[in-house]
């Protein structure tokens, strides 16, 4: 199981984006803030941990990140729709269980993982 980090940040424009953990995971390509932006629904998503947490790190895997049953900043993304092997197809759609919000996740997740999780994991927590 591969569990990744980052901290995602708005840009002076107004747009989540983060930074590549190339220095955690030499494997992954290093890309742009555009590349790696995180728009259409999954914005709206982080704006609400944002208003809660201040800056805050995302952990997410494509399985239930142990240890944080507690954590009241967890959400599960549930495949909804989109092209789950062929990154050139436009993006994958997710689910929140809880929010029921639908997000898009660019192609980039195909850094990440090879084809499209059923479900991603995400944990977030505060940056002191």
Aim: hydrophobic share 35%.
């Amino acid at each position: 199981m591969h569990i990744y980090k980052f901290k995602p940040y708005k840009t002076t424009k107004g747009m989540w984006t983060f930074k590549t953990p190339i220095k955690e995971f030499p494997h992954l390509p290093n890309r742009s803030e555009e590349d790696n932006a995180l728009v259409a629904g999954i914005d709206v998503m982080l704006d609400t941990i944002a208003r809660t947490l201040g800056k805050f790190e995302l952990t997410f895997s494509s399985q239930p990140i142990e240890g944080n049953e507690n954590n009241p900043y967890t959400m599960t993304l549930k495949w909804s729709h989109g092209n789950t092997t062929d990154k050139t197809k436009g993006g994958n759609y997710y689910i929140d269980m809880e929010s029921e919000l639908i997000g898009w996740l660019c192609p980039v997740l195909f850094d990440y993982f090879p084809v499209a999780p059923k479900f991603l994991y995400i944990v977030a927590n505060p940056i002191k």
